[in-house]
């Protein structure tokens, strides 16, 4: 067994240790100390990093008892020797906050719902917690944030201790405890006792700012997702942040932002469905123009049209435009986006098989496609033939008729 410096005081962050040896897990160097600050992961809580003797630990497991701390280098020293340790404190305080505040949270929301905890996961950018109840009362997330920050600033102390299996028969805890003999309790100043071998603040000013992030329903359970401490007052930085850029952008106050957006919306919508009409409109112009000014063939207008960029939906809505006229076989592609589209189409009046020319036509320059008799559509052909596909395609039609 490893001492256990942590379970004591969660804010030492320097240590000396003697080592007791050093093993191998997961291929790096794991070394055995008598004692240590170091926190393994478990209880939901992620483990601590940092440097013995200067070789930096980037994991920390349990084993019955035993903390290994696993190394990014060969350690420097061996069994027997004494070594001084120190662990990062930025991310052991961000964990002490985040835990600390899940039993806030937990006991918080059992008081006032009746929800009990079933799980929880403390993660690098946000934790969550489990409820046993598939949907929240709507005034659940705005209720619990603002009790859980007021509470918060209660500055309630927050104590761990050992205790025995009879004591803690005594205790109000919120579940019971997952180990028996001696057991160690985290208790905020009478609001909430809870088994846990984590590591927590001095008191729950140090949790706020509580922020709820989200909810989810998972089954019959809904997730909740929270952040607390420094993690909260980043989140609220960035959010602000994002929001002034987005109000500075319209000239306005934050708050006047979600109007603002709402009414683009429907202005870019209305834009959006006049742009289209606009654009059938026009498409109808150049449509019956290219008939007008298109030779016959047998009293059939061949349309040869081909645009650098129009997208293939405009090829079809051409096909369509000049399908609904007697007496025409249209001719069409694209190389918009360096891409060759082609699209042939005949009126139900002409008797041409359009699927047969496009195919012949597009094969004759390494292009490929085909289709009904009265539609067709390929690709394929180098960019600079795409003009000639359609020549070659209405030479054919004319040694046809
Ligand atoms: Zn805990």
């Known amino acids: 067994m490893t001492e256990r410096l942590d379970y004591f005081d969660a804010y030492q962050q320097r240590f000396d240790a003697r080592v007791v040896a050093i093993e191998e897990r997961n291929g790096a160097p794991a070394v055995i100390l008598d004692r240590t600050c170091f926190y393994p992961t478990s209880g939901g809580q992620l483990h601590d990093t940092g440097f013995l003797d200067g070789v930096a ?27 001084a340790g120190v662990i990062d404190w930025s991310r052991r305080y961000d964990h002490m906050q985040q835990h600390s505040g899940q039993h806030l949270l937990s006991q918080l929301i059992y008081q006032r719902f009746g929800f009990e905890t079933v799980s929880v996961h403390f993660g690098r950018e946000e934790s969550t917690l489990d409820l046993d109840v598939a949907a929240l009362p709507a005034s659940f997330m705005q209720e619990v944030e603002l009790a859980a920050n007021e509470l918060a600033y209660y500055a309630l102390d927050i104590r761990a201790y050992f205790i ?39 008191t729950t000013a140090e949790i706020a700012p509580i922020k709820l992030v989200r909810q989810e329903r998972r089954r019959n359970q809904t997730r909740l997702t929270f952040l607390c401490g420094l993690r909260a007052f980043r989140d609220y930085a960035d959010k602000a942040r994002s929001l002034a850029e987005c ?68 090829l079809k809505q051409m096909a ?82």
């Open 57 to 83: 630990v980037n994991d920390v497991v349990v084993e019955q008892g035993v903390i290994m701390h696993l190394l990014t280098a060969p350690p420097p020293f061996s069994p027997g020797a004494a070594v």
């Open 164 to 202: 025995d299996d009879a004591a803690v028969s005594l205790l109000p805890l919120r579940r019971p405890p997952a180990v028996s003999g001696q057991i160690r309790i985290v208790e905020i100043d009478g609001f909430d006792y809870s088994a846990c071998g984590g590591t927590h603040v001095h």
């Open 247 to 314: 109000a500075a952008l319209f000239s306005a106050d934050a708050a006047a932002v979600p109007a603002l957006v709402q009414k683009m919306q429907l202005q870019l919508r209305e834009l959006e469905k006049s742009n289209t009409e606009l654009q059938q409109q026009m498409l109808a112009h150049i449509v019956a123009d290219l008939i007008e000014r298109a030779p016959r063939v047998d009293g059939v207008a061949v349309v040869e049209h081909c645009s650098a960029s129009a997208p293939l939906e405009t």
């Open 320 to 401: 369509t435009l000049l399908r609904a006229q007697p007496q025409v076989v249209g001719l069409l592609a694209s190389t918009a986006g360096d891409k060759v589209n082609v699209v042939f189409c005949r009126s139900d009046d002409a008797s041409i098989h359009v699927g047969d020319l496009l195919r012949e036509a597009l094969a004759h320059f390494g292009g490929r496609g085909g289709g009904r008799p009265e539609y067709a559509q390929g690709g394929g052909a180098p960019v600079d033939a795409a003009a000639d596909v359609l020549a070659y395609a209405r030479q054919q039609l004319i040694q046809k008729h």
